[in-house]
């Protein structure tokens, strides 16, 4: 097998997915008998959510149905994946939704594993994350659980993640950590929290909160991330602090990452994931990796590579990798 490694102006990891300890190491993308291998697989479990946080456009109109992606669709989807599992360095297992909808998550989980992936992830609003699921889910095992949580006061993170409980979501976490420690899964967590103008001034008190509740040692982190627009779909507030990263730097999301929505289409990026707009393909009708690899991705990624990353509306509106640079990982 022809596989090289090429190395690629790479900032940090994007917003949603890439979070984890991974997302330092060196720049680079994988090139295997010409084709692009991502190193992040986004596979959206579930379309849909029990939460109607204010920065998510899950409550926005679109033509996409709502719903749980089959398991028969996303055994296809793993078994296509199967060979590359050297080079897919994480599997996260959401999209734009709430993956503990999903009563077949920890199966998911679990054939992920049995096909040799390292690192399988998801994120949840932890509003479902009762003691018996956080147990499947190790049991599973569960690489790594990204928590979101939106504020150290119940006013502030209800005012955000709307419809969540924010005394449940503490009671749930801190009850799977201590269900980790108490019977040595290796489960890491990842607790998260989304910056935006409601909750910034208590960013430096969830920092407080959550570093004596977490362990370092078993490889649990704390993230700051800023809100993103998703693909100019959210109105960010930019502020005299903002600055643009210029339109000549490609942006390494073409390269590094693939996502399959819960019905098997695969979007441009996670900018495009909620509405699919510039679907490139749906796994259904043909290959995996031949659909990101396909004559309109590769349009797109000279067109970045030649330094016109902004000629796409899409990529013009997007501030994923201004939320990256601003990334705090503790
Ligand atoms: C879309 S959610 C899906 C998983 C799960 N429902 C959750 O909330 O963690 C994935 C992640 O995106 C984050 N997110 C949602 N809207 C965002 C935005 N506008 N900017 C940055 N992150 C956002 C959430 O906080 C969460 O960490
Ligand atoms: S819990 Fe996650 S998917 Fe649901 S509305 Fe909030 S950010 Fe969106």
Request: with cysteine; proline share 4%; glycine share 6%.
């Amino acid at each position: 097998m022809n596989t090289k490694t090429i190395k690629h102006n790479k900032s940090k990891q994007c917003k949603n997915h890439k979070v984890r300890q991974t997302s330092q190491r060196a720049s680079t993308h994988v090139v295997k008998e010409d084709r692009v291998i991502p190193e992040n697989v986004v596979i959206e479990t579930v379309f849909g959510c029990n939460a109607k946080c204010i920065m998510c456009p899950i409550e926005m109109p679109t033509k996409r149905q709502k719903g749980v992606m089959p398991s028969v669709l996303f055994k296809r989807v793993i078994d296509e994946l199967a060979p590359y599992y050297q080079q897919i360095d994480q599997i996260d297992l959401f999209g734009v939704g709430e993956p503990l909808l999903d009563k077949g998550l920890p199966d998911k989980v679990k054939y992920d594993k049995e096909n040799g992936f390292q690192d399988v992830g998801l994120a949840t609003n932890a509003d479902l994350l009762e003691k018996g699921t956080a147990y499947k889910l190790f049991e599973a095992g569960l690489d790594t659980i990204m928590i979101s949580i939106d504020g150290i006061t119940a006013e502030v993170h209800e005012g955000i993640r709307v419809n969540t409980s924010f005394e449940r979501v503490i009671k749930n976490v801190k009850k799977a950590l201590a269900l980790r420690d108490e019977y040595g899964y290796q489960t890491k967590f990842v607790i998260r929290f989304i910056r935006q103008s409601n909750n910034r001034h208590q960013w430096s008190g969830f920092k407080e909160y959550w570093t004596p509740l977490i362990t370092k040692t078993k490889g649990d982190l704390i993230i700051g991330y800023n809100i993103h627009s998703w693909g100019g779909e959210i109105e960010v507030q930019k502020g005299p602090s903002y600055k643009p990263i210029p339109g000549h730097v490609a942006c390494h999301h073409l390269f590094d990452r693939i996502i399959i929505l819960r019905n098997g289409t695969i979007p441009l990026c996670c900018a495009d994931m909620h509405h699919a707009h510039y679907a490139l393909g749906n796994v259904k009708n043909g290959s995996l990796m031949e659909i990101y690899n396909n004559s309109m991705m590769n349009e797109i990624r000279k067109r970045h590579q030649a330094g016109n990353r902004l000629d796409l509306d899409i990529c013009a509106d997007c501030t994923v990798l201004e939320s990256e640079r601003n990334k705090d990982v503790i």
